[in-house]
Each structure stands twice: as C-alpha cells, then as structure tokens.
C-alpha cells in the first residue's frame, strides 16, 4: 500500500491541477463545447482499429509458431518481437517518406502508367486515422504475441490431448480449448497496448489525427494551460480505468491454472504446400513491414549522412539510455514483484485495488505525467533546502528535481504497469496448491516465492524487464521534461530531427534504438522457448 501511495503521487498532483485551476486558466467549458466531442470519438476509434489488429496478429503468430511447423519458423519465433525495439514515430516518419505524393512509391506508380497528378489515380493517406492504426499495429502487436506465446507455452499437453480424444481437430482445439486457456495474457497483452495508445503522441502529432493525447499537447504547450491539459488527462485516466474495470468485470471470478503435471514436447502440427507457404507470409509480413523495410530505410539515410563526429556524440547518448532504462527496469521489476506477490498471499479486495491503482501511472501522457513529478519532487526539494537551511545554514539545493532521479521516478511510475501485468500473469499460471505445499513443509510467504515462485516464473520476470527496458528507452517527452540540463538520450536526439524533417541526421540514433533493443529480444525469445517444461526431453 505504501509503494502504490508513492507511485500514485504524481497522479494525484495532476488530478488536484485539473480540479483547482486558477481563475484565469479554467477553459473546461470551452473544451467540452468545441473539440472534446472529436478527442473521444477519434480517440476510441484509434483503439478499436489497433486493438483488434495487434490481437489478430499477435494471437496467430504466437499460436503458429509455437504449435505449427513450417518453413522460417525457428526464425520468427524471435524476429516476431524485433518491431518491438522500433518507435511508432520513427515508423511514421520512415513510411511518410516512403509513401507520401512526393515519395518514391507513389512516383514509381506514375512513371509506370503515366499519370501527371493526383487528381488521376487514388492513392491511401499515410498521413490520417487509418495510418495511424497502422503505423501502431505494426510496432505494438509484439506485446499480444509475446504473452501469448508465453502462455501457450505454458499450457498442458494434457488438455490438448483430451480434446481431439473428444474429437476436436487442430483448429476448432485451438479456438475452444487453448485460446480459452490463454486468455489472461492475451487480454494483458492487448490492454498494454490500448494503454500505449492511449499514450501515444509522435505519431498523432504527425499524422494531425486529434486524439487525447494530441489534444493535452496542445492546450498545454501551444495555449500555455497546464490545468486544461490535468483536465483532459484525467478525462483520459477514467478511459484506463473504465478498460481496466471491464476487464475484471468480464473475467470475475474465473481462474486459468494448469491442473496437470504432464508436460513434454509440444507435438506441432507440420503444414505442408500451401498450408506451410500462407503460415510463413503470415509471419514474415509483420516482420517485413514492421521492421526490415524501415530499418533498411534507416540503415540507406545512416550511410548516405554519417559523420563521425556525430556517431561519436551519439555513442553517448546511447549510454545515457541503456542505463536508465536498466535501472528502471530493474526497479520497476522488484516493486511488481512486491505487489503481485502481496496481493497473491494477503488477498482481499483493498490490496487488489491498490495493485490496479499503482498501474494508472501508464495511462497519464508521459508529458502530463512528468508534470505531476515536478509537483511531488519540487516541494520535496524546497522542504528538504527550508530544514537544511534553518538547521545546518546550508543550501542543499536541487536533490532530486532535474536528476536521473526524477527520471527515474517518473519511468517507474509510467511503466510500473508493464511489469506488474506481466508479473501477475505468470504467479497467475501457478496454481494456490503448490503455496500450500510449500507452505506445509515448513517454509514461510518469502521462502515458498524465493524456492518455488521465482523459478517458475522466471520467464515472467524476464519479460517484465525487457517490456520495461525497451519502452525506457522509447520514451521521450517525460524524459524531455524531467531530464538533467546537458543530457540527451537517444529518443530525444531522434525526435530533435526528425520533428524537423531531418530523418537523415537522425537515422543512426534511430538505429541504436532498435539495435539495443534487439539483443534482449533475441534472449528473450530463446529463454520463453526454453521454459516449458518437458521442452527437448522428447518424451
């Protein structure tokens, strides 16, 4: 309850601006007469589109590739996670460029049937809702596939068995017994995504689609009113808590464990022909599209404007971003662990509230959030400078305002979700028998989670990390914000230029992200491949 008070600090700072604006900064009138109407019907709109593509492909791909055999499946077991490790923004600027008037697409297509102008074919706007959508399908549906594959992996043999002996082929098995089976991590997975949604800015803002988030930016920076923008977050906190409600409500009091200790090899269902050619463009494409071209756009910009000096002042940068997304991660983790595990032997409905509470920091704008962390960290400061002054005679100045630890604390509190979800779904996976087993031979709350817990669900806590450590490192206007004067990180190198238009001069910092990012993807992958029991005995 303590941890969920201090990540609820910076909410509640915003949620208190929304409530008490000055005099001369209440606009909410004016907001919901003239463009709060657009902002919910735009902004729903984008989560229905992306939430139902990321589920669609994330929930085949996972299964493909984890109960099928095709040609490349060994392949894309990880390279499904690569888009992952690339921004929505970025994304968005790479396919603009590509597919714009001015782009070599649509200029291939004139040449090739000799139109003149725009007026002599049609051709889709990248630049709207519909690109929107699909700029973040393609980089979110890793979140879906990761955790779905996570839990078909976990799954019994067992009941799969059961289930053709009562004659159900492979496919209606598949839709009336492992997709029932795995639908807490999907459901995780996809409301992870509706979050990031939610969250979303550089890509809206380039497109011009007038979403929430899209809005806040706008009355806070461009009307300069703090309090409009807490007003409209907060209106987009009760979208989160509305999902996040429905959610439970759906689900109330059923429970997902594995009854069986009978684990082997995974049988695979070989597809041949045709079967085999759909099953692998099913999963190359989101791979294709979501990271090979744009990376290859990248890599082509990289060469074309590399200078050394700016590789070297780039390498720099990229320290700063790997070693705060570690230490958040890590952090991040630990305090998920707490929680999830707290609510596991405690129970009750207080604990389960406050567990959902800690998780609300993921629907605030990174920039409103770090809003609410000046306002907790900065009277934190003058009172600890006021009593240093009156007792010592010293200034202590800024401790935490301005420092990694105030960008440390607003990650925490921003992606503490990410973790926590992920490590609610895999102590979900353990059946409460094996606590009380455990519990039996003696051994108490924090030894049965040490010896029993946390190796069987060590893959969990591996992709808390990774989920936690990617977004860290995509993250960019909390980081703006709340980051010490003289310090980049990549993220906000990259969106210093391409802002402008200048996706060359920012291609090779674009390009670290996703590089960094891949390594853990490729770990990750290997580890939850590894995880099921009885994987390679062969029996």
């Known amino acids: 309850m303590a941890i969920t008070g201090v990540a609820m600090l910076p909410i509640l700072a915003v949620v208190v601006l929304a ?36 589920a669609i492909i994330g929930v085949a791909t996972a299964w493909l590739v984890t109960m099928c055999r095709f040609p490349g499946r060994r392949i894309f ?49 990248i630049r709207s809702l519909g690109g929107a959508i699909t700029m973040m399908t393609l980089v ?24 053709r002996v009562l004659g159900r082929g492979p496919w209606r098995g598949f839709f009336t017994v492992a997709l029932p089976l795995a639908r807490p991590g999907i459901v995780i997975g996809v409301s992870l995504v509706l979050m990031e949604t939610l969250n979303d800015y550089g890509t809206v803002d380039f497109f011009a689609v007038n979403t929430f988030s899209l809005g806040i930016f706008d009355v806070w920076m461009n009307m300069n009113n703090v309090s409009g923008a807490a007003q409209l977050a907060t209106v987009l906190l009760l ?69 050394p000096e700016l590789a070297l002042e780039i390498s720099g940068y990229a320290w700063n971003s790997i070693r705060l997304s570690l230490l958040a991660g890590g952090i991040a983790v630990l305090v998920a662990i707490v929680v999830a595990y707290s609510v596991r032997i405690r129970g009750g409905q207080a604990l389960k509230a406050f567990s959902r509470l800690a998780s609300l920091g993921y629907a ?70 094996m606590d009380g ?3 039996s031979l003696g051994h108490g709350a924090f030894s049965t989670m040490r010896r029993v817990h946390m190796p069987l669900m060590r893959t969990s806590v591996l992709t808390a990390v990774m989920l936690v450590f990617v977004d860290c490192m995509k993250e960019l206007p909390m980081t703006t914000i709340l980051r010490p004067f003289n310090f980049q990180t990549l993220a906000t190198f990259v969106h210093q230029y391409a802002s402008d238009e200048q996706l060359g001069e920012a291609a090779l910092a674009a390009l670290s992200i996703v590089g960094v990012g891949i390594l853990p993807v490729v770990l990750l992958s290997y580890a939850i491949a590894r995880s099921r029991p009885g994987q390679g005995t062969g029996k």
Not at 89 to 118: N, S
Request: proline share 5%; net charge neutral; with cysteine.
């Open 19 to 54: 409530l008490t604006p000055s005099e001369g900064d209440d606009i909410w009138a004016h907001l919901v007469s003239t463009v709060l109407p657009d902002y919910i019907a735009t902004t729903l709109q984008l989560m229905v589109g992306v939430g139902f593509g990321t």
């Open 77 to 125: 077991e990880w390279a499904m996670l690569l888009p992952m490790a690339m921004p929505a923004y970025v994304i968005a600027y790479v396919y603009t460029d590509i597919l714009e008037y001015a782009g070599p697409v649509q200029g291939m297509l004139r040449d090739l049937f000799g139109w003149q102008t725009g007026r002599d074919y049609w051709f889709p706007e």
């Open 140 to 163: 979110l549906y890793p979140y879906v596939y990761l955790l779905s594959r996570a839990a078909f992996l976990g799954q019994s043999i067992g009941v799969l068995e059961a289930s």
């Open 239 to 307: 979208f989160v808590a509305a999902l996040v409600m429905s959610e439970r409500y759906a689900r109330r009091k059923q429970r997902y464990h594995n009854t069986s200790t009978k684990f082997q090899e995974l049988p695979g269902l070989r597809l041949r022909g045709k079967r085999g050619v759909l099953a692998m463009l099913v999963c190359a494409l989101p791979v294709l599209l979501g990271f090979v071209l744009p990376t290859a756009v990248l890599l082509d910009y990289a060469v074309r404007y590399y200078e």
């Open 364 to 433: 605030i704008p990174g920039a409103v959030l770090a809003v609410g962390v000046m306002n907790v960290l900065g009277p934190l400061d003058n009172g600890i400078d006021a009593f240093s002054r009156e007792t010592f005679g010293i200034s202590t100045g800024l401790l935490f305002s301005g420092t990694i630890a105030a960008v440390t604390f607003g990650y925490l509190v921003r992606f503490l979700a990410l973790s926590l979800g992920t490590v609610e779904a895999g102590l979900g996976k353990i059946t409460p028998n």
């Open 437 to 439: 087993a455990a519990r």
